[in-house]
């Protein structure tokens, strides 16, 4: 996997697997989906999928959490005890409906989280933003990486939505161009450099990986 290669050591990657459930604009054949997607519109969420998912999504947050409470060091990291330190060492980010529910998951969150990332993602009307913006995360990062080539989710109907987000989120919002709907190496090495900079914008280029 890509990310498992790019990313340094002292990063934990852990991808989670979309359930697989019958989708509609795949003729109601199964396959693997966070959610249903009736048309290719977008125009009517399957609401119900999308909150079970991030049911399911938040889980795997406060495990994250859990764990990072459990394994640090008393003596180096005793802060990271404290359930709100840890949670700031975690990010949620995906690709595609990956990306859109990771949008969903980290605004809603109940704990500070490091930063969200959308890759070739959208925005979820389901979300209700920016009224549903959870308070504690409303300065949380976001970083948004989408190809102006990209015929499933196209540029236009992704940025119409995170455009809405502006001014309510610390966001970038990058397009690469000729990308269609996939990820290259150099947006994931940016990814990395985003986590290892704690969320932060400012000099990413010259993050240490």
Known sequence: DIFHQLAPSSMRVVLLHAPTIPVTINGGMEMPAWYDIKDFSR?????????????????????????????VDDEKHSECKDASAASQNVFIGGFSMGGAMAVYCGYHFAQKLGGV???????????????????????????????????????????????????????????????????????????????????GFSDMSSAKL
């Not at 949380?140 to 015929?151: C, E, K």
């Open 117 to 199: 990332i959308a890759l070739s993602g959208y925005v979820l009307e389901t979300c209700n933003y920016p009224s549903e913006i959870h308070e504690v995360n409303k300065d949380t990062s976001l970083l948004v990486y989408h190809g102006d080539s990209d015929p499933v989710v196209p540029f236009t109907f992704s940025e119409k939505g995170f455009n809405a987000l502006q001014g309510h989120l610390n966001m970038r919002y990058n397009k690469i161009k000729y990308l269609q709907h996939s990820v290259d190496p150099d947006e994931i090495q940016r990814v990395c450099q985003f986590v290892m900079n704690g969320g």
């Open 43 to 71: 125009t009517s969420e399957d609401s119900s999928g999308i909150r079970s998912s991030g049911i399911k999504i938040n889980e795997a947050i406060d495990t994250e959490i859990k764990r990072l409470q459990s394994i």
